[in-house]
Each structure stands twice: as structure tokens, then as C-alpha cells.
């Protein structure tokens, strides 16, 4: 989760969050409201002992028991009177862990950031004589991390434990003083790290396992078991076989997955600040060749939407959801969006779930291995199932204009049959079968409607869009210039079966102006024009470009404040694009176009640095 109150897969060794494979049978989510009324719930686990309660954790310092979809009214620990949780971080009581032999002991830990120094503490509680009521005043304190240089900030904040027994804690690198980048890369500090120890062989403090990764390297701590991480928010381990899922947020650019195979030593090193996601940083000072570095398993990036704080979840491993089992379900707390992935001989595939938009906080497991969510601005929290119903049909091209009457339709449900109807009625599975090919061919104004079907699913939600046909603006090739005379020119467009007319006067075309039929030369003085036509297609917008020579700069200045100023002589009724470059090869427009008016006319671009390479041409 961000530091604040209020997901393309990339392949290499990691996978960047796309559209997945179809033969992966995804299941079609639903939420089931188990418990409202929680004051920023940050965490939701289970005990295991047998009782079927839920624990949610509030971040101003109280633990809830849900009991039977019921919120106790009294609560399991309130020690809000010794959290520091202000308003703009992610601090407070953060998780709550349960060992194994819970129900013999009768104590828990907890994660917390405390009042007076604002340290962040790991504390072991015990049950009192009621088992919905924790003892407040029985709290044994085993770890405290000082605060650094910078106030709380991302402090990762959980703990749970292992497959193996032991604790495990994760932290952030502190944040919040520009993202400091030394912690997380630290071999001497326990910022920016997951944490093992032994909690349990001990009635005091803990014990550091003895076969830890760093156990005996000074000055490496011994109680660091992964590294190079910058706000770890939410792990978990796979039930199943015990890997390790590690959900990472980002800066400002990528969020990322990491995944440690259960049969890992540890020691793994996932690169904050070095690399966010798969990209370098250039934050700080390493010595640390990227190639010792382990790579996220998946990444999405911040300009995919709204997606900008990653939230790591669990692979199902419950009952009554063969669908379910075995992806790994992990969301996005700002985006509210959900997705499945699973691995499969090293590759991993993921896909998009809809479920209605939730800041989600956490996931969570009860006993059985059934998935749960908190809501942290709605206090809310909701078991996740799958609805049974098959996967809806997607079209592409979607609803509204549609440069091509060929309509793709598929579902996420492999193997199902999708049936549909052109005049808006309910499809049926005694209406029209979509081929094997995928594809429905229609006709402006059609009001597309799909459903599909399987033997062993309910029949899916029913998609429906209109489409309104038009052919799509032709392209040039070159796109623009500058050119010299006798440039060959290219035009084409993406609707199938169009037909292209243009004129070189600066003329509207109609279908009586020239037939495109293959590339032609220009020169600098035309002014080309080109529209697209096909019957039962709306004809397409225009495409004018006036193709000049490069234009003679007049003046070139290069004042103190790193700008550099130019003119040229315009004339009346040509239109001019500015464009630089600051390599060889790109060029890019500066600004928009200008009119010119028998005068001299100018642009300006700013210089960044005393030495940039820079070119200019005008057109």
C-alpha cells in the first residue's frame, strides 16, 4: 500500500501484466460481504485453530474477530493507546501472526510502529481466560527497529509465519525523505528486508536460525533473510508447496511480484533501489552487479491506469473452486483491480479478473484456504468465490466506432460456446454459433449481443455493444516532411476493402478525385489530401499534410537560462512544424504547427545541460 491514507507481462525472466493465454480455464469472481463497520483495516487472517474466526486488523491499533459473517462486538486487542499512526503513512498496527500450535499457547504476534519514538516493534501477546479477548497488558516486546533519518514512511509491515516454523517479518526501506536509497541495500540494517527468526523455541526474545543466509558474513545482520526491497506490502506463502510471494511497491514508475521457490536458502537479493521492476534507477551508489540481482516475476507499470500500489494476495488453495485453485491472486489498492496468475514451467500468465472496484488493503485466508479482502476506506471485508457463471464474451474491436466489420469475440472460458444475436434479443443457445475463427461479421447500426455457454458452468453475463462502421483515416508514409521532390509516397488504411481517394491542390477528395492504387512521387509544393470509402462504412476524415523542404533558419540564439531561440521568414498560407532531435536518428514535433504570415516567425526549446547534442529542422 502507498504511503497514504486515502496492473502487460514483461518476459525475460519476468512477466509483464498482459492479456493471458487462453487455455487457462480463469474463474469469474464474486464478492460475498462477511463484515462492515472497521476503521482502516490493513490486515485479515485466521488463527487456524479450528474456531473459523477471522482476525482484521485496524491500523489505529485494534484487532476485530469475524465470527459466523458476525463482527464481535468487543475487541480482540485494542493498543491504540500505544500506536503512532498520523494521518499520510503507512505505520500503526499493521498485521497480526498466529503460530502453528496456536490453540495450545494461546499467544500471537503483532507488527506495530510505537508513540514515543515511533520505532517499529514486534510484540508477542497472549489470549486471556476468553479466547475473543487478548490480555493488552501481557505484551512481550522482541524486536524493535529504530527509526532512521527519515519519518515512517513505507514500512512494509507484516508478519507471518512459515511453512518452516519461523517468523517472518517484512520491512520497507523507510521512505519518506525522498526515498533514501541506502537501506534496502544495507547489509547492516534491517530496513527494506525480510526477516526470519525463531519466535517459538524460546519464551523470551528469539532465536536467529542457524541456517539463515547471512548468518556469520558481517556485516550482514543474521536475522536478514531477502534484501532490496522497498515497501514489501503483503507476502505469503503457498500453502500447496510453500513458495514464497513477495508484492513490492514501486516509486513512482513499476510495481512488481517477487517469488522465491520454497526450496530457496534465501538470501535473495531483489534489487531496490538499483532497479525498480526491471528497470535501472539511477538512484544512489551500488556495488552490486544487476546480474546478482533477482528479477521480479511479474511487473505492471504505473502508466497502465490508475494502477499504482501493488497488494500481494495468496494462491487458492480452498475447496469447492477447481477453477480457483492454484492461481495466485494479488490486486492493486488504488486501481481496486484483482488479477489471477499462474506458473507453469517457469513462464508466468496472468489475467484480469472484474470484480467491482475496492481499495484493497489485504487478502487474507480462513482456515480452509478460502480467499477474503479488506476494504480499507469502506471498512469492509468480503470473501472472494467463484461465481460458476462462464466467462462473458470480450469483442474487439469494442462498442462504438468500428473501422472494420469483422468483430472478434472470445471468452476466457475455453471451450465454451458463444451464441449471439445482431438485433439486441437475449442470445440463446438456439441462436447463431460464433465460428471457429472467432469472428462475426456486422453491419452499421448493429446492436451486437453474446453469451456463452458450457456444460458445466451457468451461462455468462450477456455482452452487448453497438457499432457504428467508418473507414479509418488514411496513413502516409513518409507521414509528413521535410522531403525533396520526387519522394515516393505510400498510403494506406486499416479497414479492409476501402478504397482511397486523394487530390494534390489542397482539395477536399470525393470519389471522382485520383484512385490510390500504389505509391506515387511528390514534390515540396504539394499539398496532399486522401480520404477513405467503402459501401456500408461511413467515409473516413481526411488526411492533409503539406509536404515542404527543410526550412533555412534566419537566427539562432542561445540565451543564459538554457534556451535556445529561432526564426525563419514564413509565408502566408503554409503551415510549419518545428521538430528536434537530440540524437541521430529520432525526431520529435515541438509544439503545435504554425500559420505563417509573411513575417518572421519563431520557436523555442529549452536546453538541459551546457553540452546537449541537439538538431532542429523546420518544415
Request: glycine share 10%; aromatic share 12%; net charge negative.
Amino acid at each position: 500500500m502507498k504511503s497514504s491514507r486515502s496492473l502487460l507481462l514483461y518476459l525475460a525472466s519476468t512477466t509483464l501484466l498482459t492479456t493471458a493465454h487462453a487455455q487457462t480455464d480463469w474463474p469469474q469472481l464474486q464478492l460475498t460481504q462477511v463484515g462492515a463497520g472497521f476503521t482502516e483495516p490493513v490486515h485479515i487472517t485466521s488463527a487456524r485453530d479450528g474456531s473459523d474466526r477471522l482476525f482484521v486488523v485496524e491500523q489505529p491499533g485494534r484487532i476485530k474477530i469475524i465470527q459466523s459473517n458476525s463482527v464481535l462486538p468487543q475487541p480482540f486487542l485494542d493498543i491504540t493507546n500505544r500506536i503512532s499512526s498520523p494521518p499520510g503513512g503507512v505505520y500503526g498496527l499493521l498485521s497480526v501472526a498466529f503460530p502453528s500450535n496456536y490453540a495450545a499457547k494461546n499467544c500471537f504476534y503483532v507488527y506495530y510502529s510505537r508513540t514515543n519514538d515511533q520505532a517499529t516493534v514486534i510484540s508477542r501477546f497472549f489470549v486471556s481466560t476468553n479466547a475473543n479477548q487478548a490480555d493488552a497488558w501481557s505484551e512481550q516486546v522482541l524486536l524493535v527497529i529504530p527509526l532512521g533519518i527519515c519519518e515512517p514512511g513505507v514500512l512494509g509491515g507484516q508478519v507471518a509465519f512459515g511453512p518452516d516454523g519461523y517468523l517472518y517479518i517484512s520491512t520497507g526501506d523507510e521512505g519518506m525523505c525522498g526515498d533514501d536509497p541506502t537501506r534496502a541495500q544495507l547489509p547492516d540494517s534491517l530496513w527494506g528486508k525480510i526477516l526470519r527468526i525463531d519466535v517459538e523455541s524460546t519464551n523470551s526474545g528469539y532465536v536467529v536460525p542457524t541456517n539463515n543466509p547471512f548468518v556469520g558474513q558481517a556485516p550482514y545482520l543474521p536475522e536478514i533473510w531477502a534484501m532490496g526491497l522497498r515497501n514489501p506490502w503483503r507476502f505469503s506463502f503457498d500453502r500447496g508447496t510453500g513458495d514464497l510471494y513477495i508484492a513490492d511497491v514501486g516509486l513512482s514508475s513499476w510495481e512488481e511480484i517477487d517469488f522465491q521457490p520454497a526450496s530457496s536458502p534465501g538470501g535473495q537479493n531483489y534489487g531496490w533501489n538499483v532497479m525498480e521492476g526491471n528497470q535501472p534507477t539511477g538512484l544512489g551508489t551500488t556495488s552490486w552487479n544487476t546480474n546478482d540481482l533477482t528479477p521480479p516475476a511479474m511487473v505492471y507499470p504505473h502508466t497502465n491506469g490508475p494502477n499504482s500500489s501493488v497488494t500481494g494476495g495468496f494462491v487458492y488453495r480452498g475447496p469447492n473452486a477447481p477453477r480457483m485453485n492454484g492461481l495466485y491472486f494479488f490486486g492493486d489498492f488504488i486501481a481496486g483491480i484483482v488479477w489471477g496468475a499462474v506458473r507453469s514451467n517457469g513462464t508466468w500468465t496472468v489475467q484480469q479478473i472484474p470484480l467491482p472496484g475496492h481499495y484493497i488493503s489485504s487478502f487474507g485466508e480462513d482456515e480452509s484456504g478460502r480467499l477474503y479482502l479488506v476494504d480499507y476506506i469502506f471498512g469492509k471485508a468480503y470473501r472472494i468465490e467463484d461465481s460458476g457463471l462462464a466467462g462473458p464474451p470480450v469483442f474487439n474491436p469494442g462498442s462504438g466506432v468500428s473501422t472494420t466489420d469483422a468483430i472478434i469475440i472470445t471468452s476466457s472460458s475455453p471451450g465454451a460456446a458463444i451464441h449471439y444475436t445482431t438485433n439486441g434479443a437475449v442470445p440463446t443457445e438456439s441462436d447463431p454459433l460464433v465460428p471457429a475463427n472467432d469472428v462475426v461479421f456486422i453491419t452499421s447500426g448493429t446492436t451486437l449481443s453474446a453469451r456463452a455457454f458450457r456444460a458445466d458452468l451457468q451461462p455468462s453475463t450477456v455482452t452487448v455493444a453497438s457499432f457504428t462502421l467508418q473507414v479509418a483515416t488514411p496513413v502516409f508514409s513518409p507521414r509528413h516532411g521535410p522531403i525533396t521532390d520526387g519522394t515516393m509516397l505510400s498510403m494506406s488504411t486499416v479497414t479492409p476493402g476501402a478504397s482511397i481517394y486523394y487530390t494534390l491542390d489542397g482539395t477536399d477528395p470525393t470519389p471522382a478525385s485520383l484512385p490510390y492504387t500504389a505509391p506515387f512521387s511528390i514534390n515540396i509544393t504539394n499539398v496532399v489530401s486522401a480520404r477513405g470509402y467503402r459501401t456500408g462504412f461511413a467515409d473516413s476524415a481526411i488526411n492533409r499534410v503539406y509536404f515542404s523542404g527543410t526550412v533555412m533558419l534566419t537566427n539562432v540564439i542561445r540565451f543564459a537560462s538554457g534556451f535556445l531561440n529561432f526564426n525563419w521568414a514564413s509565408e502566408t498560407g503554409r503551415t510549419y512544424q518545428v521538430q528536434i532531435s537530440s540524437n541521430l536518428l529520432d525526431w520529435s514535433d515541438l509544439g503545435l504547427p504554425q500559420t505563417g504570415t509573411d513575417k518572421t516567425i519563431g520557436a523555442s526549446v529549452q536546453m538541459l545541460g551546457t553540452s546537449r547534442f541537439l538538431r532542429v529542422r523546420i518544415y
